[in-house]
Structure formats: C-alpha cells, structure tokens
C-alpha cells in the first residue's frame, strides 16, 4: 500500500476559509470562546465534517467530536484541537490541528482506505481562556478533571455563564461528556515558540508539557522621603522586588535544564519617583519539564524572598496563581511520531512544550502525543502568527502516518 498524501492545497485553503469567520481588519482572528463568531466556525467545521461522511455529536460542554468508522468497532484514535482564539489571534493556532484532522480524513476517504480503527476528530471549547477560566476548559472536563457544573456556571468578565452562552449558540449537546473512550490522542500544533524555526527544523516530536507555578508576592513597607530618610534606615518594598527578579533569573541559570523563571507584572505604590514605596506587588512565573526541580525552584524562591524581605525589614506574603505539573506524553506514541518523522525524511527534534494544550488533558485518560510545525518569527497569540504551506502540509502528512499507524496496528 503506498501511504496517501496529504492534499496541501486543500488544507491550505480550509485554514482560510475558517480564517473568514470573525476575520480582523488588516489580518488575524478574533472568535473567542461561545461568542457569535464561535458559533459561525462550529457550525462551518460541522458541516465539513458532515461533508466527508462523519458521524458528529456534541457533549454538554460543547465539544465537537466527528468520528469516521473504522472496519472494525474499536475504540477510536483521536486527532484534534480548539478553534478558539484570543481577541487578536491567528489562523492557525487550533485551526490548524482540527482541520488537519479534516484532512487526514478527506485524503484517506479519496484513498479508500478504512483503518481498523475508527478515527475522531475533536473540537474541544474553550481551550484558549481568554473569556472564561480555566483554559483548556473543554478537554479537562472531557477527562474528568472538572466537574461539568464547574465549568458551566463559570461566567466571563461581563457575569454571562458558559451554560448561556453555550445554549444561545447552539451548542450545549446531548453526548455524554467523556465519549467516545479514546484509544489514543494525536495533536498537531504550531510551535508557538521561535527554537524550530532558529535551528531550521522541519518537525518538532513533543515529549511533554512543562509545569507551571505561578506565585503572586505582596511586600509591605514603609513609604518615605527619597531625599532624606537615610540608606540604612529605609523599608523599601521595591527592592525586594527588584532582588527577587535578580534572584529568579540566576536561579535558573544555576539550575540549568529547562528551568524558566520570569518576573512578569510589578506594581508598587504610591509608585512616585520621590518617594520609598511602601508597596511592592509582583509575580513570579516559574516552568520547568522536570517536576523535582520544578519544586526546588519554588522552595528556593520562597526562602529568597523571605529572607531578603527579612533584612531589609518589610512584610511579605503570597498567594498562587496557578500550578500545574509537567506532563510526559506516551513514551510509545511519541516514538511513532519520530519514526515517522524520520520515514518522511525531515528534520526534527525532540522538545517539550511551552505552552498548554488540550493533549495535556487527554494524556490522563490515553496515551497521547503532539506534533509541532515550526512558526514564523515565533509568533503566536498574535495576528501576525505564521506558518509556511510546506511546513503546514509537512505536519499533517506526519499526523496521518501516525495515526494511520496507531489505527492499524494489531488488537
Ligand atoms: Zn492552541
């Protein structure tokens, strides 16, 4: 049997005819999450999947889930993604794995090729976050990691819910949430990240998702005269904020590895050039693929910023943002994506992810793996947000050999 190809063009032409709907002026793509838009691109990828003979349902949560039989009644190999996106979003974040599923599909179907398992291709609500919290709301609750309830009662910054959105547009479905069982799930994304693209790599083989841990610090001083309150007397809160970032950026460059650290909002008050602050608020965004030392990074902030909030004699307390710990996809799946990435001839290498995805969710409950593309400049989140044709069409042929590889392979 010689492996279908991938109609590029085709594909091509699908990512900008989703593109159209809630187009920005000037490029870019703002359908968030439930909104009039989202509608529009649901009920666009729908028919299409209706098109190419696929049975559809639709969960309480509004996932979308079209599935092509298989010769034989198996649990099917997932492909899949989200078509939300910020308010200044791309054409391909998302888009770009649900309608390489579609494609995946189309040039089997024109093929005449029937796995032995059935194939799915999931739309999964909510993935970006930027209306409701938290992101990858459809998939979480898809696994079981948010109650259904939760996620419906939870209301945007205008106090709409997600259960009132979800039923104003259409789509708060009659599927049980969490069918189909999954055998397996494969996610082609774009990188979002510039290292494909500045070690002019081809393919990236996803093992994992770093964790993330976000801490949130206040520090209490004592707002003074800048011209006469002497050096040694003073209780600034904006230099232990400052030391902190210092301190953040060394950490990581002591522990090596793929440890990230950032300093990203600092917010003091009264915030005057002539003035101590007397408040210092500031974040601390840690990451790392390596759990351990993910928590080793935590435990030595936190006793940094006591201990230099000790010596300069102001308060300091804190609050988490978010912590999630990383995720290793399936050994056995990410293997298939590197060997059929090497059958096609393209570079690649091994990395983690840096951002979430909806894969993160379904490793919980599958052997899960993702498939990167590189992007342009290492844009995302951004209407500028860009990847080549070649690479485009390069990815989806690497996600049809791998999932035509999974659905193959013996009972
Ligand atoms: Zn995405």
Redesign the pocket.
């Known amino acids: 049997m010689t492996t279908p190809q991938i109609n590029g063009p085709r594909l091509l032409e699908s990512l900008q005819a989703l593109g159209q709907i809630g187009a920005l002026p000037g490029g870019g793509v703002n359908r968030l999450a439930l909104s009039d838009a989202d509608r529009q691109g649901r009920d666009w990828t729908v028919a299409r999947m209706r098109e190419l003979g696929m049975q559809v349902t639709v969960d309480a949560i509004g996932n979308i889930v079209g599935l092509f039989p298989g010769t034989e009644d198996l649990p099917p190999v997932m492909m899949g993604?989200?078509i939300d996106t910020v308010r200044t979003g791309g054409l391909y974040?998302?888009n770009y794995g649900v309608l390489s599923g579609l494609e995946v599909i189309a040039t089997l179907r024109e093929a005449g090729i029937q796995p032995r398992r059935p194939l799915a291709v999931a739309v999964f609500t909510n993935?970006e976050g930027a209306r409701f919290q938290p992101d990858m709301m459809g998939s979480l609750v898809y696994v079981g990691g948010l109650p259904l309830q939760d996620a419906l009662s939870t209301c945007d910054a205008d106090g709409v819910s997600v259960q009132t959105e979800l039923q104003r547009i259409g789509y708060q479905g009659t599927a049980a949430v969490g069918a189909p069982v999954v055998d397996s799930y494969v996610e082609l994304?774009i990188e979002q990240g510039p290292v494909l693209e500045q070690l002019g790599l081809q393919i990236g083989v996803v093992e994992g998702v770093q964790g993330i841990s976000w801490t949130e610090f206040t520090v209490e001083g004592q707002s003074n005269h800048a011209g006469t309150t002497p050096m040694a007397l003073r209780h600034d809160a904006a230099l232990v904020a400052a030391q902190v970032a210092v301190f953040v950026r060394e950490l990581s460059q002591r522990l090596g590895g793929r440890q990230l650290a950032t300093v990203g909002a600092v917010r003091l008050s009264p915030n005057l050039v002539n003035v101590i602050a007397q408040q210092a608020v500031f974040t601390v965004d840690l990451r790392n693929t390596n759990s351990a030392a993910l928590a080793q990074a935590e435990r030595e902030l936190h006793a940094y910023a006591q201990q230099a909030a000790q010596a300069e004699g102001v308060r300091i307390s804190h609050r988490t943002l978010a912590r999630f710990e990383p995720v290793a996809f399936d050994p056995e799946v990410v293997n298939l994506v590197e060997q059929q990435t090497q059958a096609l001839g393209c570079s690649y290498q091994r990395m983690p992810s840096g951002a979430g995805?909806d894969a993160q969710m379904l490793a919980r409950i599958c052997p899960s793996a993702m498939i990167f593309v590189p992007s342009v400049g290492g844009l995302s989140h951004n209407v500028r947000e860009h990847t080549t044709p070649a690479d485009l069409q390069r990815g989806a042929q690497v996600l049809l050999q791998v999932v035509l590889a999974l659905a193959n392979r013996p009972v």
């Open positions: 993604s989200h974040d998302g993935e994304h995805h």
